[in-house]
């Protein structure tokens, strides 16, 4: 076992699509199907931020609170030979620089997940998940356009290791 975790080179798993997506599903899928460290933004977000988290300008006031807290812990983890994949949203070119840094830092590898599903598969599977409750947070349509105006397509020339999936290549 030793020999293994010194041969062995962690992962940090970056996952990148709009709401509703299917990041969530996603994520823990690659999290079973390598017994990887699921670590979900939704889910620490929702427990420490109960009552401050309403709009989408308390989620970008809230969210570099987390990112502070979360990083130096994440490269701990990664250091310490665990791959992880980060259900967060990997949506602007500053945050996958900052989930690249995380890596980087702990001589991690890194792969970037890009969920190329259309807005309108989006938002079906976001007005089902509002309906279900099985999510922390509900958006509206508008929520959604407001969200999406955030997000920044993934370019080659960030350098980043990347699988692509698209409407018919992954089912939520």
Excluded at 21 to 32: Q, V
Aim: with cysteine; net charge negative; proline share 3%.
């Amino acid at each position: 076992m030793l020999r293994f975790m010194s041969e062995h080179r962690a992962t940090l798993h970056i996952i990148c699509g709009k709401a509703g997506s299917g990041k969530t599903t996603l994520a823990r899928r690659l999290a079973e199907q390598s017994g990887a460290l699921l670590v979900s933004q939704d889910a620490w977000m929702s427990t420490l931020y109960p009552d401050e988290l309403v709009e989408i300008a308390d989620y970008l006031r809230l969210v570099p609170r987390l990112r502070a807290a979360m990083g130096p812990h994440l490269i701990d983890l990664l250091r310490a030979g665990l791959t992880i994949v980060l259900d967060w949203p990997a949506n602007t070119v500053r945050t996958r620089q900052w989930m690249r840094g995380i890596a980087d830092e702990a001589s991690a590898l890194h792969c970037l997940h890009v969920l190329d599903v259309s807005d309108a598969v989006c938002l079906s599977r976001i007005r089902e998940r509002n309906v279900s409750g099985e999510h922390e947070f509900t958006l509206s349509d508008e929520q959604f356009a407001e969200i999406t105006g955030y997000f920044e397509p993934v370019t080659p020339g960030e350098g980043m290791m990347t699988i692509h999936y698209g409407d018919s290549g992954f089912t939520n």
